[in-house]
């Protein structure tokens, strides 16, 4: 089970602002872990990274967390000493020529040899996807042109800001430049290639502000609109699975038993979720193997919300009882995107039974109903006095009834959920959620859209830069 965050990894155009684009930061639900599982903080800790995953442009890094004590950071240190010595030898071979000579000219500035190889290492460490040595080539060439920029416009990062930046990048692993410096020395990398590549993306971050920082402002009408979207499908969502048992009287002791081994057998098998769902789930989304489909984070009940936030990807739940049944879920992703998502604190809506559980008839009628209405008010005509409409806090809806709610937009039916003993089909219409948002909201998405437009900015003024630049390689 992991209990990490997930640290985006950006060229550090923008270091210093955070929000969805080009930053260093942990996602939410890291966050909130670190804010309400009362979990200590690491310190002194190596990152070693984990899973790396394309998301919308942005590469991530997952990164665990391991402790040394203070032989191992001297141990380190040594090797990390001895590793770049090493380093060099098959640069040298490889490119027959030392490594210091000029692989690529940018501008009449070089690039070496050790310099692709240091930043490949680097890339490495950090577990960014692709060709490494391709992507450490293209970067290098992109940032001599950003610091060149940053010469002409008399923006090159200080001494200051580098050393700040530096700590930055090393605080998202919980370390101190220093120690940052040293676990990165340890895998062959230098302290030089770690600076340089923030002082690049420190320059680059000015020259972007002072160039098109008063371009890319944004109005509180922009904010209100990219709110009233992140209401819906925008904000941290997640993927999951289900799989649903029902419970009566005369099953219960055979169910919960059959849903707890079904929760230690299929942990980490996505496969055998899906199959398993299809084979035992009472629920609506057997036959599509107990997907859930993508779904705001806050839509879930927060009792489920709290227990799923601490799962990694294909791990799956203890049984959670849902009254009248009992269920497991499964993890499948996770994704936190452009803007934070108002928390929903109430919601609205209609239930209407149905006698006959879910026979084909009960099923039949509930289709018609659904056919015949848009809107919850339309209810009062269509089944007056056969409905109960009612708007609750969210922690005081039925455990069954929020995950199905969870499941719909506004207006729309669900058939999932019967009462009696499954006599009867318990039809509910999500008529209104009621949400609002965290402290600091607005902030938050006020810094994503900017960045979003400095983003869109910095890639044209960069494709501006190649263009006209002259660039060489060694052949």
Not at 66 to 81: E, H, L, N, T
Not at 409 to 429: A, C, K, P, W, Y
Not at 431 to 460: I, M
């Amino acid at each position: 089970m992991r209990r990490c965050g997930v640290f985006p990894l950006a060229p550090l155009h923008l270091l210093g602002y955070v929000g969805a684009v080009n930053r260093i930061g942990p996602d939410c639900r890291a966050e909130w872990l670190w804010r309400n599982a009362g979990w200590p903080p690491l310190r002194s800790q190596l990152p070693l990274i984990g899973t790396a995953q394309q998301d919308n442009g942005q590469e991530t890094m997952s990164m665990r967390a391991k402790q040394f004590s203070r032989p191992d950071w001297i141990a380190m240190a040594v090797a990390g000493a001895l590793s770049l010595t090493a380093a060099l030898a098959p640069v040298a071979t490889n490119a027959q020529q030392s490594p210091f000579t000029a692989a690529i000219t940018v501008n009449d500035r070089a690039v070496t040899y050790y310099e692709i190889e240091q930043r490949r290492r680097f890339l490495e460490l950090l577990n960014a996807p692709g060709d490494l040595g391709e992507t450490a080539r293209e970067d290098l060439v992109n940032e001599r042109l950003q610091t060149q920029a940053g010469e002409r416009l008399g923006l090159t990062a200080s001494a200051e800001e580098v050393e700040e930046g530096m700590a930055e990048f090393a605080a998202r692993a919980n370390l101190e430049p220093e120690q940052f410096i040293q676990a990165i020395a340890a895998e062959g990398v230098s302290a030089e290639t770690f600076r340089d590549f923030v002082a690049a993306g420190v320059t680059w971050r000015n020259v972007l502000r002072t160039r098109f920082g008063p371009r890319a402002q944004v109005t509180e009408e922009e904010i209100d609109r990219a709110l009233t979207l992140s209401g819906s499908s925008q904000g941290a969502r997640i993927l999951l699975a289900e799989l649903v048992i029902p419970l009566t009287p005369q099953n219960q002791e055979e169910a919960r038993a059959q849903i707890q081994r079904l929760s230690e057998r299929l942990d980490g098998d996505v496969g055998g979720f899906s199959a398993a769902a299809r084979r035992f789930s009472a629920a609506g989304t057997a036959r599509a193997g107990g997907s859930l489909g993508w779904r705001p984070l806050s839509s879930l009940p927060p009792g489920l919300r709290s227990l799923v936030l601490t799962l990694g990807p294909g791990d799956v739940t203890e049984p959670v009882p849902l009254g009248p049944a009992i269920a497991i879920f499964q993890l499948r992703d996770f994704e936190e995107t452009d803007f934070v998502t108002p928390v929903i604190t109430a919601v609205e809506y209609a239930t209407i039974p149905i006698e006959g559980g879910r026979s084909e008839d009960a099923l039949a009628e509930a289709q018609r109903l659904r056919n015949e209405v848009d809107v919850c008010d339309d209810l009062y005509g269509v089944r007056p006095g056969g409905f109960t409409r009612q708007s609750l806090p969210i922690e005081d809806v039925p455990a069954d009834v929020s995950l199905e709610l969870a499941k719909l937009d506004d207006n729309e039916m669900s058939f999932g959920i019967t009462r009696n003993n499954g006599q009867i089909l318990q039809v509910l219409m999500l008529c209104g959620r009621s949400t609002e948002l965290p402290e600091g909201g607005r902030e938050e998405v006020r810094q994503a859209l900017f960045q979003q437009r400095l983003e869109s900015y910095a890639n044209g003024f960069l494709a501006e830069l190649r263009a006209d630049a002259i660039i060489t390689e060694d052949e």
